[in-house]
């Protein structure tokens, strides 16, 4: 009976339908090699993005670590913060976000894009070309000398045909033909050192924008050759065809005399507007660069002392003071402020910076202007006994009342960070300090709260003066005769930093509460 029980299991085992066919297991011994594969194949996927990952997280270890040794060195260098800004948007966009996208884990890419608002982005980029162009014409640097990381005699790291590139892509954007000329030609010049694959197809990218550029700057021939040598490597360009049709025609409607653009005889102009193109503006630049634009009327009769003004403060501490000019009277008083007084306004300063204002000399608004780059705020007694104490000496100092003066403002030039020439004081047409009731400025006192590895000086074109941040000097001068009339020679500007961070701190002195301490003179003009 056991023994019929036992063969009646195994004919209803046979019955299943995996075993009806022989074929079907094979079918199956099949399928699990190929879910091994499929396994193998996911396993290999996940181990390439895992690689890619590793690598990303040690680059960016490896540069921070290296950046965070000295931030301000590392980001004050205009080439660094080039790169750095580029880095975390055309590469993050091109490749990065790539990468950790297809990563397998929603959870890291959520992570790193909420950490992304920390980083710089394209706005940060079109600032950051920005600075690197201005000191580049500012400074007189040679596009190949930029390229090969060397600004203001600080070692900085090889720009790449690409880097080059998009400089001069996004100078083009702003339709500064002058700057995308040179730097395509300099990405050009890079590019043909290499012969890989794929070489051609960038050059075409370059030639495309070299060749139009070269036209709006009036260099026509030169475009058309551009454009041919486009064709040359890009037959069915269809823009380098309409292109090179316009440019043939151009030539043969001008005179022969008239054609420009020749070989050896192509221009490239800087684009500058007529006050930028002016002497004022050209004189600022030179004294930038150290240069001497004219020579000091009184240097023969200029002193250095000690400056007590019979105050208590000043008595056992004078100041030491170093007079640069006579008329206007302008001076510096070295080492005014400490170490530890910088550091405090420092620490107080930062988490209120924000990008510096103007006042709009015709409608009397305060605003942001592409003239003054930098970031600012403004530190009051309250704020802490040491800005009371700061305050205290500048009016032991000067001689003069601060109970009408502004607040300390502190101010942080970055990369390329500058202020073009302005005054002070407000002109009579102005309305900068109407309703105050504490009239013009009658004086300014500026602190150097940094050391400057290059650029950031602070220039007086009508004066021929250029005076360097040295930290702890401060710079004095009257804006005003004493008649209550504007000093029209105390316009001054603050150079672009090339290499470094400035900080600087501005007292603003007004002309109430001066009248027994810089009393009205004997003459009317005076």
């Not at 694959?197 to 009036?218: H, M, P, R, S, T």
């Not at 004078?318 to 405090?344: C, G, M, Q």
Request: aromatic share 10%; with cysteine; glycine share 6%.
């Amino acid at each position: 009976m056991i023994w019929m029980l036992i063969i009646a299991s195994v004919a209803a085992l046979g019955s299943g339908e995996l075993f009806s066919s022989l074929a079907h297991l094979q079918t199956a011994l099949y399928t699990e090699r190929d879910i091994s594969k499929e396994i193998r194949h996911y396993i290999y996927e996940e181990q390439e993005r895992l690689e890619k990952l590793t690598q990303l997280a040690d680059e960016f270890e490896k540069h921070s670590e290296k950046a965070l040794e000295d931030p301000d060195l590392y980001l004050g260098n205009p080439v660094n913060a080039y790169l750095f800004v580029k880095h975390f948007t055309i590469d993050w966009d091109n490749e990065i976000d790539i990468v950790i996208k297809n990563n397998s884990r929603t959870e890291l890419y959520n992570k790193i894009e909420e950490m992304r608002e920390n980083l710089p982005n394209y706005e940060d980029l079109t600032g950051s070309v920005s600075a690197l162009l201005r000191l580049q014409d500012t400074y007189k640097l040679e596009t190949n000398e930029l390229a090969r990381g060397n600004v203001g005699g600080v070692a900085s790291p090889e720009l790449t045909a690409w880097d080059c590139y998009e400089l001069g892509r996004l100078a083009y954007n702003t339709e500064d033909y002058y700057h995308t000329i040179m730097w395509m030609e300099e990405a050009l010049a890079k590019i043909r050192q290499f012969h890989d694959e794929g070489v051609d197809e960038n050059i075409v990218a370059i030639l495309d924008y070299l060749a139009f550029a070269q036209y709006k700057q009036g260099n026509v021939r030169r475009a058309l050759t551009l454009t041919n040598e486009m064709l040359a490597l890009s037959p069915d360009h269809t823009r380098a065809q309409g292109n090179k049709d316009y440019y043939e025609r151009m030539l043969r409607e001008e005179d022969e005399t008239a054609k420009r653009g020749d070989d050896g005889e192509v221009t490239n102009k800087r684009q500058l507007d007529e006050y930028r193109s002016g002497e004022e503006y050209m004189a600022y630049e030179a004294l930038c660069r150290n240069e001497t634009v004219k020579e000091n009327k009184y240097k023969h009769k200029l002193f250095c002392r000690y400056r007590t003004n019979n105050h208590p403060l000043l008595i056992i501490s004078p100041a030491k003071e170093e007079v640069l000019y006579l008329n206007p009277f302008l001076s510096v008083f070295h080492n005014s402020i400490s170490d530890r007084e910088i550091k405090l306004i420092q620490t107080l300063a930062t988490p209120k910076l924000g990008r510096a204002t103007v006042h709009n000399p015709i409608t009397g608004k305060i605003e942001t202007a592409q003239y003054r780059v930098s970031k600012c705020c403004w530190l009051s007694d309250y704020d802490s006994p040491e800005i009371a104490r700061v305050n205290a000496r500048i009016a032991a100092t000067t001689g003069l009342n601060m109970e009408t003066a502004e607040e300390l403002q502190i101010a942080n030039y970055g990369i390329g960070g500058q202020y073009e020439p302005h005054f002070d004081f407000a002109r009579k047409e102005e309305k900068a300090f109407e309703g105050l009731g504490t009239g013009n400025r009658i004086a300014t006192l500026m602190f150097y709260m940094s050391d400057v590895q290059a650029g950031g000086a602070t220039v007086f074109p009508y004066l021929g003066l250029k005076i360097f941040p040295e930290k702890g000097k401060s710079v004095f001068w009257y804006n005003l005769y004493k008649n209550g009339e504007g000093i029209f020679d105390t316009r001054h500007a603050a150079c672009p930093v090339l290499v470094g961070s400035k900080w600087v701190s501005n007292k603003w002195i007004h002309e109430r509460g001066q009248e027994f301490k810089r009393p009205c003179g004997l003459r009317e003009s005076e």
